[in-house]
């Protein structure tokens, strides 16, 4: 029987300098599915999805819509073919209204009334349970809903194939439960969906069919009820994955970080950590947990001294780190995995090696009076390169930008161990990462904390602080709810700590 597909994508090639980023792939969606395209960071699914969306040109291959073959130059022939697509970062203008953009570039705009798109907008936003008001300001929305209003303006456009590229990494919790009903509602209403994750619970939850992409290549196309989420995740990565963290337990010796009744302002200028008192010791994790926004950010930017420390001290080895410069800090033995790989820790115009001695470039053996030595730079991050595996196309000399989020993140990791730090502070160190790059990177936090370091690890991800932490601080409203050591609690009892229940009351 001749299968109903609405879009294939037969053989297709594209190239960038150095990288092959889609190798001979070829994916079916059928009429009414799901289909999940699986593959580890740089894979290549952004890529395969922006050519169906116009955005790339492919070098080689055939696009059939409806079984008839197209050419799709740009994203005014996807749309008119029926093919829309939500981007990873949202494409609207923040003080627009919801109408304003949605109705934005599409032809005829000027004539439209505005009143009679808001109507539409609403019927929509009903018919599959958007809950979307027109004349809200996107300024005045949350992340959760631009993502609807960029579903809204696929569907607007009467969009019948809708690609979905990582739409929850940006999402809460609540927030992908919903997304996956309105992916439901869609489905019912006849719509046909490509879901780029690497989540594989998320696959397990809406998708029917997957296709599994490695390095440029089609692995093979799965039907996910029948297929176990280990199988799938060995089919992305090349290899059997462990979900859960071997370690030994731990062997902690004397305190190397110590932060004593630290208080510190937010951003509105209140007290946005409090009287806080934490010690980290040698060969050790200390896993912070908490609800975001309760004090993370402000205590590990006056650990890391991008803010200002109003009263109380942080020590490392007895040293007083609260009021001296980043670079003090640094030559002190502190290094840090910053949460915004972006905006603290890389340039992104700049190439992996100059990146690789951001910290370290104005001292031997990278300069000598004065003078940079770029060939010693070069080794250096050939080093870094090798042993955290940082996968790119031209070595050390790839710009930051063109690594994937994945090589972002073992690169940075590299660089920070590589100083060979007396104490670590990890922030969200595997936000956004796949599967495979998120092991590795618990393997190298753990190996950190097994040859004498200690760890901080800061983390939104429950799972993470369970799985790597010795001992767990909670954090709430700015305060330090309680300290347990992780074999002696689960994650209940955490998640009630998080939400500032101590440990004993409540029932
Ligand atoms: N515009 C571009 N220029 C050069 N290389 C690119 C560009 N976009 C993607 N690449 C490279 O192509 C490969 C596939 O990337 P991408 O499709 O974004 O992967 P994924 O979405 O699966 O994470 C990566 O090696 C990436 O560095
Ligand atoms: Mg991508």
């Known amino acids: 029987m001749k299968e109903n597909y609405i879009v294939e994508m037969l053989n297709i090639r594209k190239e960038f300098p150095g990288v092959v980023a889609n190798d001979d792939i070829t994916i079916q969606l059928k009429q009414g599915e799901i289909l999940a395209l699986l593959g580890e960071n740089g894979a290549g699914k952004s890529t395969l999805m922006s050519i169906l969306f116009g955005l790339f040109h492919l070098d080689k291959g ?44 599409m032809e005829g705009s000027k004539v439209l009334k505005i009143k009679e798109a808001s109507k539409k907008i ?20 949350s992340v959760g809903m631009q993502q609807r ?6 569907l607007y456009r009467n969009a019948e194939v809708l690609i979905f590229d990582e739409p929850t990494a940006v999402l809460t919790p609540q927030e992908i439960i919903d997304l996956i009903q309105i992916m439901r509602n869609l489905i019912a209403e006849g719509k046909s969906i490509i879901l780029i994750t690497h989540k594989l619970k998320e696959i397990k939850a809406v998708a029917d069919r997957c296709t599994v992409i490695r390095r440029g290549k089609v692995i093979g196309t799965v039907n996910v009820k029948e297929t176990s989420e280990a199988k799938m995740a060995e089919m992305m990565v090349g290899r059997e994955v462990t979900f859960t963290v071997d370690k030994e337990a731990s062997n902690p010796g004397k305190v190397i970080l110590e932060i004593k009744n630290l208080s510190v302002l937010n951003t509105q200028k209140t007290l946005g950590l409090k009287d806080f008192s934490l010690a980290v010791r040698a060969g050790e ?131 920070e161990v590589s100083s060979n730090p007396e104490f670590l502070i990890a922030v969200q160190p595997t936000r956004g990462l796949d599967v495979g790059a998120i092991e590795y990177i618990h393997k190298r936090l753990i190996e950190q904390r097994d040859s004498g370091k200690a760890v901080l690890l800061v983390s939104l991800e429950l799972d993470e602080i369970l799985d790597l932490s010795d001992r767990i601080a909670v954090i709430n409203h700015g305060e330090l709810i309680d300290l347990v050591e992780a074999g002696e609690t689960n994650e209940n009892e955490v998640g009630l700590m998080m939400a500032g229940i101590k440990r004993g009351e409540g029932q």
């Open 62 to 105: 055939i696009i059939k819509v409806k079984g008839k073959e197209v050419r799709i130059s740009d994203p005014n022939d996807a749309n008119n073919l029926g093919i829309g697509m939500v981007h990873q970062h949202f494409q609207l203008v923040h003080n627009f209204t919801v109408t304003e953009n949605i109705i934005l570039g």
């Open 122 to 141: 609403k019927q929509i936003s009903t018919q599959y349970g958007l809950d979307i008001d027109p004349d809200k300001k996107i300024e005045d929305i």
């Open 149 to 154: 209003v960029e579903i809204l303006k696929m």
């Open 285 to 415: 994790i200390v896993g912070l947990a908490g609800v975001d926004g309760n004090g993370q950010t402000e205590l590990v930017e006056a650990i890391t001294g991008l803010r200002k420390v109003e009263s109380g001290s942080i020590l490392l080895n007895d040293k007083d780190l609260s009021h001296v410069s980043i670079r003090e800090r640094h030559e002190s033995g502190l290094s840090h995995i910053p949460e915004d790989r972006h905006k603290h820790g890389l340039v992104l115009e700049f190439t992996i090696a100059e990146n690789m001695v951001l910290k370290e470039f104005y001292h031997a053996p990278f300069s000598k009076n004065g003078f940079l030595n770029p060939e010693e730079i070069k080794k250096h991050a050939d080093k870094i390169i090798s042993l955290f595996d940082v996968r790119s196309g031209k070595g050390n000399a790839t710009l930051a930008k063109n690594l994937s989020g994945g090589n972002q993140q073992k690169a940075i990791v590299g660089r």
